[in-house]
């Protein structure tokens, strides 16, 4: 069988004028800011005129641990928000943005894939409408403001071995990851060792995803602790009269973008901040913007469900005060093989023992998110190697748990293979049964949240911490941080922080390496192994083979 | 008398929609792509579109040395091209974009001011279209294939002492210009000294303004020497492979912006290189897109006419291969005072003895024009404080000197103040009379181009150049440089490259002390004198005050 690539796919994509789109759903053309024919930036006027509406009702889709045989969470969003306009739901459908560096190391990729994608695929992997090189622009004029002030005087004391706030670049760049700055005489400054992250890494791009609007966003801002003096008093972004400038290169990164499906519908596509150390979902104005303008709001999390779904409950839900209605949780036959143990060499056999012997992971999942309150439907996203054996197999196995699973073929088909889905969907979110809560509250210690989510989540059976870091989480505590939630940095491959800990293990300990504050984003970072946050680029990189071709289209970017 | 400020004028613009101002011009809505109601991108595929159409006639606006009384080099260009359109003739406008990260230190412009000004004014001041952030992200692109071709083996042998390329910020921030990269241990890479320069100071950026479109874009980002092996072999971008990827990085960029005057006439906003290390004009592909749609085209050069005029007929036209049909030098009374040897502050008061005493600037800024064949016409931008004696004088002046000199004041009513300059512009342009040659030929020795320059254009006695930077130069031309021009990086406050000495100076000396090479750009850069390539923040920089206020608008950046 020969396929078409995704690339292909969008090409030969019929899209409607933007306007058009947003007209659909009842925004007015003066409020539709256009970048080019087919992205669209929805005006804070309009979205402010909104608030009065009701809310549609909110899915989630979060998905299994990834593996290399890949799961289809993006495509499944997208599928599903297709398939639920083609049962005659007014749907919208929320994702994050692709970041612009790492697309110049490994290929880039298309938003969903097969025939259910969001386009235009190219502009989505370049500069987009331009947010995250905003985001950079804000992170780095408060860079630039913190050193002009130690330069100018140092009025604030601040101690120049504690700057905490370091510089970005949306680049894979590892040569910048650490380095001395303020080299080169008097004129430069007082060197010190600092470095950059990937853009996506900034607690910037974390604040706009969750600030419900602009001032919110300045008030943020403001809050960010960039540096201690010498007797460790917090300096904020404040004491440093960045926040105001900050908002102003923020005002249109703010406002969230709208595109289209392959089938024309809807949606949003903005923010996209780290899963690891941030919370790794959409922004909530978009989120928000989509539930007052849509019936159904399809959204996704990153990575697998016990960090994707875990912060999207705990963080993003909790802080923006959403109820999710419904959510579904991707798996695939293949990947289900590679967490029975099967290599990547070998999916294409048929191996119903090993699908068996995967499927616990599956089954984890589906409890903690049901512990979530939160009614869950698992859709397997169909291949085309997969067996009727296999796929009864998932399907049994799912039911032992007492959930269904749905063979969806949108990759293939588009909505027309995902309606049985989309029906489900409709028939869990308008039951009423969700019953939303975070798994701790607002007032448990930080140790005790990181412990919750290790136990329940995770099923360690401990978190282990030093003293110090202890002692952190109780400084900030007393500081006033103490009702934050807590940002777990693990990998995503296991439950537990072995990547390559399959299945569904326990009896399993979680060792905290260390804790960051992000007073702005409003959460404390929990590090549990080592996290990158500035990429390198691997030794051939995509960059080489990128270009435009004789036809004038980009080659080599996917 | 109370006068509005630029950015009130500006705020009470009755702007159109873009489309309407490009269909005036001829441009197809498909081929418009919009950036908001108010900024729209010229599709490459309608400029190839235009390739067999004649070309409009092009006038120049440069200036005498800029002082701080200022001049209103911009602020004459858009007059004028409003004041073409009102007397029937089909103007437009070609100007360079404003860099972001300087606005943040000091406060940011108008492009243009009072009534003759291009709108809006705010975007234009901060992302805009997003080119500069392009140009940022193709520039430390190609840094970071460098460092990583480094990391994974060298196998082009760079010596890593001799890595010219740096990266770039569009940031004012002292702090980055001498760093240490890549420390940290070996997954960070080999530490290496280096640093960052302001985006506009990107060789990216003068190639961008160069580049007759995608194709030549490409070779000439190829071209770009960024390292040197231990035996001084050059080591091309084309060899680190990044070409390709620069240039899809850059397809929007090169695509002009179309905005808009406070009277609606169209005006390109394109590209925006250093006046000093670079030539200082808006993009090639502006300038002849706008002489394909309009029957003239007012453009202006960077700096007083000694650098900018000269950087214009000798780079840009002979790279571009443009005929200016006239050109325009703007002076004031004020002005004439300050080189008349006038503080600031007495600026107020009548003297037409220090009006006379400064007009030999302005005397040989015209016989200089004059000398590459151009005709020329004195716009003595009005300020309400000039007296009828004062500007007598100039007029008298410059009737000496065999030229005219016209009142205009467009700055206070629009193109009804200018329609005399536009007349005169057209009779001059009608009349034939432009025998546009650069001032020396392509074959003329490095050495003999940059005494031309200094000896004709700023009537200096000689230039001293110390014998290894007279070896470097013709090095690059048995490397096959030769045919380049020079582009000249020297103070733009005096005929010479002291910057306090005023007026008409003679018998100086140019000093050269560094040359470079910007073989993709296509010239050698001449520095004479301190040129700072990355700025840093004042004290209190504008950023402390610059925020969003309740009204919704954005203060402190104007």
């Not at 007014?90 to 110049?104: H, W």
């Not at 539930?291 to 802080?319: M, N, P, Q, S």
């Not at 748990?401 to 029906?423: R, T």
Request: proline share 4%; with cysteine; net charge neutral.
């Amino acid at each position: 069988m020969s396929f078409k690539t995704d690339i292909e796919i969008a090409r030969e994509a019929k899209k409607k004028p933007i306007m058009e789109i947003g007209e659909k759903l009842g925004i007015p053309a003066a409020d539709l800011l256009p970048y080019g024919h087919d992205k669209a930036k929805v005006s804070q006027d309009f979205i402010t005129s909104l608030a009065d509406r009701p809310d549609g009702k909110l899915i989630l889709v979060t998905a299994i641990n990834p593996t290399p045989a890949g799961e289809g969470k993006t495509t499944t969003t997208v599928g599903l928000g297709d398939g639920l306009n083609r049962i005659g739901k007014k749907a919208v459908i929320c994702i994050r943005e692709a970041s612009l560096g790492p697309n110049f190391g490994m290929k880039g990729g298309a938003a969903g894939g097969g025939y259910a994608q969001v386009v235009p695929m190219e502009e989505m992997n370049l500069h987009f409408t331009g947010d995250f090189h905003a985001i950079t622009s804000a992170h780095n004029l408060l860079s630039a403001m913190i050193d002009n002030h130690i330069y100018w005087g140092n009025s604030l004391e601040i101690d120049q071995r504690r700057v905490v706030w370091r510089r970005v670049m949306d680049m894979n760049d590892r040569a910048l990851r650490d380095v001395v700055s303020s080299l080169g005489g008097v004129a430069n400054g007082f060197p010190r060792q600092t470095g950059f992250d990937i853009t996506v890494a900034s607690e910037v791009m974390a604040i706009l995803c969750l600030s419900k609007d602009l001032e919110d966003l300045q008030k943020r801002l403001g809050d960010i602790v960039v540096a201690y003096t010498r007797d460790r008093t917090p300096i904020y972004c404040r004491d440093i009269k960045a926040d105001g400038a900050m908002t102003v290169l923020l005002k249109d990164a703010m406002q969230p973008n709208l595109v289209q499906t392959l089938e024309n519908n809807p949606a949003f596509v903005h923010g996209g901040p780290f899963a690891n150390i941030a919370h790794g979902c959409n922004s909530v104005i978009a989120t928000k913007t989509a539930l007052k303008l849509g019936d159904y709001v399809v959204t996704e999390a990153g990575f697998g469900a016990d960090l994707g779904a875990e912060k999207f409950f705990d963080i993003k839900c909790r802080k923006a005060g959403l109820k999710p209605a419904a959510s579904v949780l991707v798996a695939t036959v293949r990947a289900m093989k590679m967490n029975g143990g099967v290599a990547k060499a070998d999916l294409g056999a048929e191996n119903v023992a090993a699908v068996k012997k995967g499927c616990p992971n599956l089954g984890r999942h589906i409890s903690n998110v049901k512990s979530f309150g939160v009614p869950v439907v698992v859709a397997i996203n169909h291949f085309h190697s997969d067996t009727d054996a296999e796929i009864e197999a998932v399907k049994a196995y799912v039911a032992e748990q007492g959930a269904e699973a749905i063979v969806c073929k949108h990759w293939a088909h588009g909505s027309a293979g995902i309606e049985e889905l989309a029906h489900k969907v409709v028939s869990m979110a308008e039951s009423g049964t969700s019953n939303f809560s975070p798994i701790y509250p607002d007032e448990m210690s930080l140790f005790e949240k990181i412990e919750t989510v290790a136990k329940r989540i995770y099923h360690a059976d401990e978190v282990i911490a030093d003293k110090s870091i202890r002692a952190q989480l109780k400084a900030w505590e007393e500081a006033g941080y103490g009702h934050f939630p807590v940002c777990m940095a693990k990998t995503q491959y296991s439950f537990s922080t072995d990547p390559n800990l399959r299945g569904a293990p326990t009896g399993h300990s979680v060792p905290v390496r260390e804790v960051r504050l992000s007073a702005g984003a409003g959460f404390i970072v929990v590090i549990c192994g080592e996290i990158m946050t500035m990429p390198g680029l691997p030794r051939a990189p995509a960059a080489e083979t990128i270009r435009i071709n004789e036809s004038g289209f980009v080659e080599g970017l996917f």
